[in-house]
């Protein structure tokens, strides 16, 4: 089975160019700036370290307090089907990691202080494993064994390569290549760059043909060091206000759970997929485009009242994420440059589905005005008190899926991405959705210590039975009637089941009565 890019990519959604355009028109409408592009120059000292991005930093620390842990790992396997050139290939990856220098960095304390440390280019030899000899059934088996064991281990930040790639090889013509970056040196969109760079490398390499790509203007590095420039400005504390007037008094969104909460967050996690008919789809964007919405707010709507269904709580707080890439130098630079941003909306006083989505739009665009500072930068100033049973801030993330991945083309390679479950999560919820030919996708991945897949099954059939609702119904429909439509559907399945158990009672019943005749 194939994976989905949203499966991939860590949750990663980004203002597309017709988001953009939405937003700049409903800034304008109220007498404010639109989006303002920020030169990032390349740095001007010759040294190897340099200061770490408010993201890597957070990584950084938390790496320290979960030694050995391989939670922010980023784990991919590619299917490789065709004839493969291992020099080509080794070459590509060579010419990948000189390209971007992250790739080579490595992290370590100086004077108690973390820095960034960029390795020279060296030479990189592809590891291969041979399942030749296995039979097909178990080659199988064994791929996602050596897939998952190679996404779990650790990295040591301080002297590993933060990028491992390995090959598998199960005949001729038929090879797996796992791919493994640490979350301090990549995101989503960057696994999207490094699967386009590689394309276009091998591509060129086969042939024995140069490098059509051209050097980078910047590196992640210019960015680090921009980033901290550029936030002893007056951008700081602009965005510092609005943060901590809008995140004041934050509720933690208490969904119910089949099982307490441990006490130190572990991390593990499964996933469930979700498939909309493209018809419905299509409704949805319609939808969308009639009220000036985008889908993303379409759908983050109808998720937050599936949460206020279940929780009962009227101030519902969901993350989110941006690729924060608005600077066009750093659009094909690998990097840490996704930002998470937390969305509250207020569904008190039985609001209409249109006035809901009018809210969630207005809190969405004021959130993207002001996402440029980083989370972690945000969680150090609000002074949160520690909790390792949960993430900070929020607990459940919605993600609509815009990421820079166009086909693959790898000559004569036919490429494919490979389905593999890790059993890691970082949230109690991620719902990640992605539109595809076929229609909307999605992927429910959920934390295992505090759900059921049961519960999980029936969150995702309210979810697709609320998306249903919502396109059929009037949009002043209110917000006890669509959650009335969810009551009715479990009253009328818990009488199915009720009706069940009764019949196989009296079967018992009549068996018993037989046997004592």
């Known amino acids: 089975m194939l994976i989905h890019m949203s499966e991939l990519s860590q949750n990663i959604s980004d203002i597309s160019p017709k988001k953009l355009a939405l937003l700049s028109k409903l800034l304008r409408e109220k007498g404010q700036n639109t989006l303002k592009t920020q030169v990032i120059t390349p740095r001007k000292s010759e040294l190897n370290y340099y200061p770490l991005s408010f993201s890597q930093r957070r990584l950084w620390f938390l790496s320290q307090l979960e030694e050995g842990s391989d939670a922010y790992n980023m784990p991919a396997a590619l299917q490789l089907t065709g004839t493969i050139e291992i020099t080509a290939l080794e070459q590509t990856l060579r010419e990948i990691v000189r390209r971007h220098e992250v790739l080579r960095t490595n992290f370590v304390a100086i004077n108690g202080a973390p820095v960034q440390v960029i390795n020279p280019a060296r030479a990189m030899t592809l590891p291969l494993v041979n399942l030749q000899a296995l039979p097909e059934v178990e080659q199988s088996t064994e791929v996602q064994r050596l897939a998952i064991a190679e996404g779990q281990r650790p990295f040591d930040l301080t002297k590993d390569p933060l990028l491992r790639v390995t090959l598998l090889r199960l005949n001729e013509k038929f090879h797996v290549l796992l791919v493994t970056m640490h979350h301090i040196i990549s995101d989503g969109w960057s696994i999207g ?45 602009t965005n510092l206000s609005y943060w901590k007037k809008q995140l004041a008094n934050i509720p933690i969104l208490e969904l119910p759970t089949n099982r307490p909460r441990p006490a130190v967050q572990s991390f593990r996690g499964t996933r469930q997929f979700l498939h909309l008919p493209k018809t419905l789809t299509e409704e949805l ?159 429910l991945e959920y934390n295992t210590d505090l759900f059921e897949a049961s519960t999980i099954a029936r969150l995702l059939e309210h979810f697709e039975m609320l998306l249903h609702s919502v396109v059929t119904q009037p949009l002043n429909t209110r917000l006890n009637a669509l959650e009335q439509i969810l009551a009715e559907a479990d009253r009328q399945k818990q009488l199915i089941k009720d009706k069940k158990l009764e019949e196989a009672t009296a079967q018992k019943l009549n068996k018993a009565k037989r046997k004592s005749i």
């Open 285 to 443: 964007k319609a939808l969308s485009h009639r009220e000036q919405v985008t889908l993303f707010i379409t759908m983050l709507t109808v998720f937050q009242i599936l949460l206020h269904y279940y929780t009962g709580q009227n101030d519902i707080v969901v993350g989110t994420d941006v690729a924060n890439r608005n600077h066009t130098d750093i659009e094909k630079v690998i990097g840490f440059f996704v930002n998470q941003l937390v969305l509250r909306t207020n569904l008190s006083g039985n609001p209409t589905f249109q006035e809901l989505l009018t809210q969630t739009r207005e809190v969405s665009l004021e959130a993207y005005t002001h996402q440029d500072l980083p989370f972690d930068k945000l969680v150090g100033a609000l002074n949160l008190k520690r909790d390792i049973s949960r993430t900070p801030l929020f607990q459940i993330k919605f993600v609509l899926q815009n990421t820079p991945i166009s086909a693959l083309e790898f000559s004569e390679l036919n490429v494919s991405f490979l389905e593999v479950n890790y059993g890691t999560t970082k949230l109690d919820l991620l719902l990640d959705m992605e539109e595809t030919e076929q229609g909307l996708v999605g992927a």
């Open 193 to 237: 760059i490094f699967i386009q760079e590689f394309s276009i490398l091998y591509k060129a390499f086969s042939k024995g043909a140069p490098s059509p790509l051209p050097d980078l203007p910047i590196q992640y590095a210019d960015f680090a060091c921009w980033q901290h420039q550029w936030l002893q400005t007056e951008v700081l504390e």
